[in-house]
């Protein structure tokens, strides 16, 4: 069984419209796949009729951004109810937090670079969310970077010049909204110390005792040396581990596949879950 419980699509960052990424998962041999767009839920129907036709599983998700002590963090959540407020609501004030961010973003960028903010729009397309990989492509669009990765080296840095944070909630509390909507809370990349900071031992202490069900170990933002501590973590705290790709289709190098979680793994998250996982 081949399970990749962590991608992205044009609904938030990715590269592909929710049907290319469940067929592009059919194609690199997953079994299951599960969506986890930024703070929506919005490619699930499309990404549930593309799995019903090409026969791959679907785990439906989101990754949900929250902050841990100033720290930013991202929260995978499984099978939740997406009707339920108490993260539905979350996820609506990040969004609209994240679009008034990017255009503070985008002003201070244009005194020093040319980009406009229609240049993100026309990038953003049917996107709900509206993150700095817009502002990248839209950059690269204008021939200020050859690609996303050179425009977060500088231009777009978490500590750099340019940055602006956007609402995100505090990670226990974005743990309690996800089991309150049903769903799994999975600690998304929690030791990816090339993007930034990452948080300190005792916050897994804190989000375990708020809920958390496990903990992302395979990414490949993990050294070896990272993957053993986090092992012990999981361990010592009685966490699931999952491993995934984090593909975002072009926008990065990651591949589906590239990490994969256990099957057992998965069996838990689902008895967790409220929503389904769909099936051909
Ligand atoms: P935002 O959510 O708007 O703060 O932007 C952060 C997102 O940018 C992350 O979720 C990643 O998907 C993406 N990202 C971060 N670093 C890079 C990079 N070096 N190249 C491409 N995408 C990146
Ligand atoms: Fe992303
Ligand atoms: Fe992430
Ligand atoms: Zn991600």
Do not use: C
Request: aromatic share 4%.
């Amino acid at each position: 069984m081949r399970i990749d419980l962590h991608t992205h699509s044009r609904a938030s960052d990715g590269t592909q419209t929710p049907a290319e990424l469940v067929t592009a998962a059919r194609a690199a041999g997953l079994d299951v796949v599960a969506l986890t767009d930024h703070d929506t839920t919005a490619g699930w129907d499309e990404a549930a009729n593309a799995a019903r036709e090409v026969g791959t599983a679907l785990v439906r998700g989101t990754e949900v951004s929250a902050r841990a002590g100033g720290v930013s963090v991202h929260l995978l959540s499984y099978l939740q109810d997406p009707e339920h407020p108490a993260l539905a609501d979350e996820l609506a004030r990040a969004r609209e937090s994240r679009v008034h961010r990017a255009r503070r973003i985008v002003e201070r960028l244009a005194r020093d670079v040319p980009i406009t903010w229609q240049d993100v729009l026309d990038q953003a397309r049917d996107a709900v969310v509206v993150g700095r990989p817009h502002i990248a492509d839209a950059l690269v669009a204008r021939g200020v970077v050859p690609d996303r990765d050179a425009a977060f080296a500088h231009l777009l840095a978490s500590d750099g010049p340019y940055h602006v944070d956007h609402y995100a909630p505090e990670a226990p509390v974005a743990v309690a909204a996800i089991r309150a909507s049903g769903g799994v809370p999975v600690f998304a990349h929690p030791a990816a110390d090339a993007r930034g900071r990452i948080v300190p031992d005792r916050v897994f202490d804190e989000l375990a005792e708020a809920g958390l069900a496990g903990l992302e170990v395979h990414h490949r933002d993990h050294s070896p040396a990272q993957r053993e501590r986090l092992l012990e973590i999981a361990d010592r705290l009685d966490l699931l581990v999952t491993g995934s790709s984090d593909y975002h289709g072009a926008g990065k190098v990651n591949l589906l596949g590239e990490n994969l979680t256990a099957p057992d793994v998965l069996d838990e998250i689902v008895r967790q879950g409220t929503t389904e996982v769909v099936t051909a």
